[in-house]
């Protein structure tokens, strides 16, 4: 199983607590991906936002600069927003990550959870569903590299159209994410694409009947039946389980309230937040075996391929980010191969 690691280039804080700019924090960002190629992680994510809490509103520039700065890792979105992009644009500039990466690319589309993008690009939300819907058929026509000859209601239609650069080696790996909607698994099904569970609360393990119901669906619908399934969640490691939770909390505190005040949500407790570190949480924070076991518990129950831990959390502080980085990389992840090969 693959191990990676996502961000969304958090705006963190200094070690008086004072915001860094968002131009810091990229470049924090791009030293972070460093450390995790040096340090064993097979993926790192990218994700995409526009507001003033994240840095990253472009990842392929991000994957560029990583791509030059590494050799080994994949690289890829955490997620693209396709419904508020141009599809080719999106292909054009991942297969240019491709090839500065020498191959490493790839991509997870999604209809992402915030909304900014919509009135930004100039998008009706009120066509949320039908955007991502088109736009999705025409990247996995795209993907091959091949000419592409394509129809649908939300752009004009293309003609043995070629689209540059080109793949060295075809298809682009794509990935879609999925929140927890059966219509959604279905689609990633019958687009013959990796499922990647976004599991942000809750027990993992109720996902199960999404990783059944995709299996179902490739057989139902001719797909092949070996795509992998992924896992995203949040996560924080460090040498102790109470040094985790302790770093953490206050960063996740303030994080999850500002995006609960926008979603209607209640204000997260320290209960809450605790529990969902413990063994049946969504919270992958503690030393590294105990994040270790954790990982394989979800790997073992829901058949996965990768799990990817987001290590960014609001302001929590770049230092212990690296930290964070080293630990998963030099300790959980060779735990879990002995924790899954036993």
């Keep these: 199983m693959e191990l990676g690691l996502d961000t969304f280039g958090d705006v963190t804080v200094d070690d008086t607590g004072i915001p860094l700019t968002a131009a810091q924090t990229i470049r924090n960002v ?30 392929e520039v991000i994957l560029a600069a990583v791509a030059a700065r590494t050799s080994r890792m994949r690289l890829g979105s955490a997620v693209t ?44 939300l009120s066509e949320y569903e039908e955007l991502f819907t088109d736009k999705l058929s025409l990247f996995a026509a795209l993907r091959s590299g091949q000419p592409v000859t394509w129809s649908g209601s939300t752009r004009g239609p293309l003609t043995e159209q070629s689209v540059f650069p080109q793949l060295a080696e075809p298809p682009l790996p794509t990935w879609i994410a999925v929140g927890g909607s059966p219509e959604s698994v279905i689609r990633s099904a019958s687009c ?32 092949p039946t070996d795509l992998p399934v992924g896992v995203h969640s949040p996560g924080h490691v460090a040498d102790t389980d109470e040094q985790a939770r302790e770093e953490l909390w206050p960063h996740y505190r303030v994080y999850v309230e500002r995006i609960g005040r926008e979603r209607g949500w209640p204000p997260p407790t ?4 605790d529990r969902s570190t413990g063994p049946s949480g969504s919270l992958y924070v503690g030393s ?30 770049h230092d212990k980010l690296m930290r964070s980085i080293e630990l998963y990389g030099t300790q959980v992840i060779p735990r879990v191969a002995e924790l899954l090969a036993d």
């Design 81 to 124: 927003v396709l419904s508020s992009d141009d599809p080719i644009r999106v292909f054009e500039r991942f297969s240019t990550v491709d090839a500065l990466s020498n191959g490493r690319a790839e991509v997870i589309l999604g209809r992402g959870s915030f909304t900014e993008s919509f009135p930004l690009f100039g998008f009706d």
């Design 30 to 59: 791009l030293a972070q991906a460093v450390l995790a190629d040096e340090v064993g992680v097979d993926f790192l994510g990218v994700g995409e936002h526009h507001r003033d809490d994240y840095a990253v509103s472009a990842p």
């Design 192 to 223: 013959g694409l990796p499922l990647m569970l976004a599991i942000i609360g809750g027990d993992p393990l109720r996902f199960a009947p999404y990783v059944d119901l995709y299996r179902r669906a490739l057989t139902e619908l001719d797909q």
């Design 288 to 317: 590294p075996e105990t994040v270790a076991i954790k990982i394989a518990a979800t790997s073992k129950a829901l058949g996965l391929s990768r799990f990817d831990m987001k290590y960014s959390h609001g302001t929590l502080p």
């Design 270 to 273: 320290r209960i809450e937040f």
